[in-house]
């Protein structure tokens, strides 16, 4: 069963650096064509798209906010990272990872989620 | 980059069929496959539709997608309505290189 679980700060400051972690299981990110993305919902919103890491280390980046993003993962602890600068109230959203698989290019499973809120 | 346009909300009873669109800006609607996400009221998404028109194991063949080039639109069709189908759904594709593009979601209220 592949599940995936989203964890950081709930509340970040205006101006600061929001670091989040997805820690996964029933998958590795070292297996070919594994990829993970982070998504965005602010309350009442749609969904945004912010990043991708594959397999392979390569690395995707919205275009509006590829200034601010960095992706990275640790194949050892079942783990991706996406730190996001420069954090103002805007960015307030819950922020979910979610996988995609070898030959699967939708996100599939979705982690809950975690609500960060940018207040100072 | 293109967009994807959907309505804001649609409605309809139980028992009926309801269709939600998903209009691409530019480029044509066939370029890349397009995924459709159900989310209920404090829940994750979940997919409903890949590839244009596949469906996931356990989706309820009620729910069905298609593509059309003419009006470059990917719908979503509900088919016998019941309450619990009542959520947000976005429709999903990609760009020329390989990003992700959301819809702006559409609130399905089951009536």
């Known amino acids: 069963q592949v599940t995936l679980k989203e964890s950081g700060p709930a509340l970040v400051k205006p101006t600061q650096t929001l670091t989040l972690t997805c820690t996964f299981s029933?998958?590795?990110?070292?297996?070919?064509?594994?990829?993970v993305s982070w998504i965005r919902q602010p309350p009442g919103k749609a969904l945004e798209w912010l990043a991708r890491i594959d397999w392979d280390d390569d690395k995707f980046y919205s275009t509006s906010l590829k200034t601010r993003l960095t992706i990275s993962k640790d194949t050892s602890k079942n783990q991706v990272v996406l730190t996001m600068t420069n954090m103002d109230p805007v960015d307030t959203a819950t922020y979910y990872c979610?996988?995609?698989?070898?030959?699967?290019?939708?996100?599939?499973?979705w982690g809950q989620g975690t609500l960060v809120t940018v207040s100072s | 980059n293109f967009m994807l346009t959907q309505p804001h909300s649609v409605s309809e009873s139980p028992g009926k069929t309801v269709t939600i669109s998903c209009t691409r800006s530019s480029g044509s609607i066939a370029s890349n496959y397009v995924q459709w996400y159900q989310q209920r009221p404090g829940s994750s998404p979940t997919t409903v539709i890949y590839e244009d028109n596949q469906r996931p194991s356990g989706v309820p063949d009620r729910f069905s997608g298609s593509i059309d080039s003419s009006s470059n639109s990917a719908s979503l069709t509900i088919s016998g309505l019941k309450t619990e189908d009542e959520a947000d759904y976005y429709c999903q594709s990609y760009d020329s290189s390989n990003l992700v593009v959301f819809g702006g979601g559409t609130k399905l209220t089951v009536l």
């Open positions: 979610a996988r995609m698989g070898a030959e699967t290019d939708w996100f599939d499973p």
């Open positions: 029933g998958f590795s990110l070292s297996t070919s064509g594994m990829r």
